[in-house]
C-alpha cells in the first residue's frame, strides 16, 4: 500500500493509521521471504515428499488466532504462501481425476499448491496407472464422500496396484446450479452421478420434470452447459467462471456438511507428526468370528478406528477385503503391535501408508 496523494484534508489518525499499514506490510513481505528461504532449506532435508507441515502449520495458526480475520481468511493467506515457497523447489508432477476445476483438482491445489505440475486423467485407474508407471510423483483421488459413502474405484485400485497413501484433503463440497440462461429456461441440468444424487431433493423441489444427465465430471458438464441452449451444470463456482457461466443457485447440495475426502497417493511416506493416521487393507479367512477377532487386536492395543470398509475380492463371491484407518503412525509401539497381532489373525495384510490427519477445508 503506497501512502496516498493528497486529496483533500485527513485528519491525523488516518495519515498515522497508512503509515502504519505501509510499515507492516513491508515487515510482513520481509517475513514471508524469510520464510522461504528456511523452507527450501527444509525440502532439501525430506527430499520429493509433501509432508504435514503445512496442515500441522495452519492448524496452529487457525487455533493461536484472536481475529479480527476468520478461519477461511487465514487459510487463503497461509495456502497462498505455502504455495508460492512450493513454486521454488523443482515442480511435483501430481495427476488427478479430471478435467481441470473438477474437484479433484481443487483438492489437488490445496495440498500441493497451484505452481505445481497438475496433470489431468481421466479416470481413477489412470491416477494410479501414472504413479504406479512414474510418469508423476503423486496422485490424487476420491477415497470417500459423507453423503455417497465409499469410492469403489479407488478402493479397487488400492488392492490391485502397490501404491502407498501419502496424504489427505477433505475438501467441503459446494455445488452451484450454472447456466447462460434464467432458471425458467432451463430444460437439462448435467454433471457427474454422485453431484446429481447429493442435490436430487433439492431439483425435485426445484426444479421438477427437468431432464438429469450423467456427465463423467462436473468441469465436463460446466463445459457442455456453456455450448448448449437451455443447458445447466451442477459444479463448482470455479468451473463456471472457467467456462463463463452465470451462477443460478448457490449451495444446492441436500446435506450442507457434503465432504469429499481425498487420498494423496505415492511412494513414498511423510514424516512422522503429532496427529498421524494409518490406513491398513486386510485379508481374512471365511470362518465365524474371524473379523471380531481383527477387531478385537485394535481394542487390545488401544487404537481408535476412524474408518472400516468391506471390499469384494476380485474373482470371489464369499471372500472380502476391509479397508481401517486408525489413529497413530506405523511406526509407533502401539501400531507395531497391532500389526504383529494381525499377522497371525489375518491371511494378509497391507500397510498403505502413515500420514497426518486433516481438517475439511472449503
Given at each position: 500500500m503506497a501512502p496516498r496523494k493528497n486529496s483533500g484534508t485527513r485528519s491525523r489518525g488516518q495519515v498515522d493509521s497508512e503509515k502504519k499499514i505501509l510499515q507492516?506490510?513491508?515487515?510482513?513481505?520481509?517475513?514471508?521471504?524469510?520464510?522461504?528461504?528456511?523452507?527450501?532449506?527444509?525440502?532439501?532435508?525430506?527430499?520429493?515428499?509433501?509432508?504435514?507441515?503445512?496442515?500441522?502449520?495452519?492448524t496452529d495458526l487457525i487455533e493461536r488466532s484472536r481475529g479480527p480475520l476468520d478461519e477461511g481468511s487465514i487459510r487463503g493467506i497461509f495456502q497462498a504462501l505455502m504455495s508460492g515457497s512450493k513454486g521454488l523447489l523443482s515442480k511435483t508432477r501430481v495427476a488427478y481425476l479430471g478435467p481441470q476445476h473438477s474437484y479433484s483438482h481443487q483438492a489437488a491445489m490445496h495440498f500441493f499448491g497451484s505452481g505445481q505440475d497438475l496433470v489431468p486423467a481421466t479416470t481413477i485407474a489412470s491416477v494410479f496407472d501414472e504413479v504406479n508407471r512414474h510418469q508423476v510423483n503423486f496422485g490424487v483421488v476420491p477415497l470417500e464422500n459423507s453423503t455417497d459413502g465409499r469410492v469403489t474405484d479407488t478402493l479397487d485400485k488400492l488392492v490391485k496396484i502397490p501404491v502407498r497413501i501419502c496424504g489427505e484433503v477433505q475438501l467441503r463440497i459446494h455445488h452451484y446450479l450454472l447456466a447462460?440462461?434464467?432458471?425458467?429456461?432451463?430444460?437439462?441440468?448435467?454433471?457427474?452421478p454422485q453431484a446429481l444424487s447429493q442435490c436430487r431433493d433439492w431439483l425435485g423441489r426445484h426444479m421438477p420434470g427437468t431432464?438429469?444427465?450423467?456427465?463423467?465430471?462436473?468441469?465436463?458438464?460446466?463445459?457442455?452447459?456453456?455450448e448448449k441452449k437451455g443447458a445447466a451444470a451442477i459444479a463448482s463456482r470455479m468451473a463456471g467462471v472457467q467456462y463463463g457461466l452465470d451462477v443460478i443457485e448457490s449451495d444446492i447440495e441436500d446435506h450442507k456438511n457434503n465432504t469429499t475426502r481425498f487420498a494423496?497417493?505415492?511412494?513414498?511416506?511423510?514424516?512422522?507428526?503429532?496427529?498421524?493416521?494409518?490406513?491398513?487393507?486386510f485379508e481374512i479367512s471365511h470362518r465365524p468370528g474371524a473379523l471380531a477377532d481383527a477387531m478385537m487386536a485394535f481394542k487390545t492395543c488401544r487404537l481408535n478406528l476412524t474408518w472400516i470398509e468391506s471390499f469384494p475380492m476380485p474373482e470371489s463371491k464369499n471372500e472380502y477385503f476391509f479397508f481401517v484407518e486408525f489413529e497413530g503412525h506405523e511406526s509407533s509401539p502401539k501400531v507395531k503391535r497391532v500389526l504383529k497381532e494381525l499377522e497371525e489373525i489375518t491371511s494378509r495384510h497391507v500397510v498403505l501408508g502413515s500420514y497426518p490427519r486433516s481438517q475439511p477445508v472449503e
Open positions: 507492516l506490510d513491508r515487515e510482513i513481505l520481509k517475513l514471508v521471504n524469510e520464510r522461504a528461504k528456511v523452507f527450501q532449506r527444509w525440502a532439501k532435508t525430506v527430499g520429493d515428499l509433501p509432508g504435514g507441515i503445512d496442515e500441522l502449520a495452519l447462460k440462461c434464467p432458471r425458467g429456461q432451463i430444460t437439462e441440468v448435467y454433471s457427474k431432464r438429469l444427465v450423467e456427465m463423467a465430471s462436473t468441469a465436463a458438464a460446466a463445459k457442455l452447459a456453456s494423496v497417493i505415492g511412494e513414498s511416506s511423510p514424516p512422522k507428526s503429532s496427529n498421524d493416521k494409518t490406513s491398513l487393507m
